[in-house]
């Protein structure tokens, strides 16, 4: 079985600076990870994913995630952080067979002006 | 627009009362998915159909959950007998495998259920 732990349900930053959200998964192959976005009221959108090959993701409105095997991290990070990057961010992992996504708890990213 | 949609956006009912979901996948995907999302939570895996077979069902489905998927397109989720534990939004997602994006869900708006 697969799981994800988002390490913190809130993070606070002032606009401008660093976000970093963290996520650890466990699996039993080699998996595939995702990080979606949901905006209040709004459909769950797909941010980036990582499916073995770089292990530095590159994603939509300057977002990255590195995946590192060996701390089974695969963190999610942004240069600079823009008022309407406030948001809910999902940690997602996809089974082997790719029937079925599981689904950090969340964490919620307040960006203060 | 060719997202996924869900009818209705929003359905309050009292307890006890049935309720019905549709969602309309992106019309080329074949496979449709089916999550629970309650407040402050991750959202839960329920069912998910490729083309008109239901292939596997979350242990959250309970007796008085069901989903269809009659054609091959657009999907249905009953709820019969509704408790305030069914209190949340109710999401669906499409996909179809690519060589390149592999199985990538696109989600719908969701819809989310109040049980008074």
């Known amino acids: 079985a697969q799981s994800v732990t988002q390490l913190d349900s809130h993070v606070s930053v002032s606009e401008g600076t660093p976000v970093l959200l963290r996520c650890n998964y466990s699996s039993s192959y080699s998996p595939s990870l995702f990080w979606y976005v949901q905006h209040p009221n709004k459909g769950l959108q797909l941010l980036l994913k990582?499916?073995?090959?770089?292990?530095l993701v590159k994603g939509i409105n300057g977002f990255e995630a590195e995946f590192k095997k060996s701390e089974t991290s695969f963190h999610l990070t942004k240069p600079s952080a823009h008022m309407s990057d406030a948001a809910e961010y999902f940690c997602?992992?996809?089974?082997?067979?790719?029937?079925?996504?599981?689904f950090g708890g969340g964490t919620r990213l307040m960006v203060k002006p | 627009d060719t997202g996924v949609s869900q009818n209705p956006r929003h359905k309050i009912t009292k307890r006890g009362q049935n309720v019905t979901f549709r969602c309309d996948p992106i019309s080329e995907h074949n496979r449709l998915y089916w999550y629970r999302q309650t407040l402050g939570q991750g959202p839960e895996f329920l069912t998910y159909?490729?083309?008109?077979?239901?292939?596997?069902k979350s242990r959250l489905l309970s007796d008085r959950f069901s989903a269809e998927r009659p054609k091959g397109s657009f999907s249905t989720l009953e709820i019969q007998r509704t408790e305030q534990g069914d209190s949340a939004m109710y999401l669906c997602a499409s996909t179809s495998y690519t060589g390149t994006t592999g199985y990538e869900q696109y989600f719908g708006p969701g819809t989310r259920l109040t049980v008074t």
């Open positions: 997602v992992v996809i089974s082997n067979a790719g029937n079925m996504l599981t």
């Open positions: 990582y499916t073995s090959a770089a292990t």
């Open positions: 159909f490729q083309n008109e077979a239901q292939l596997e």
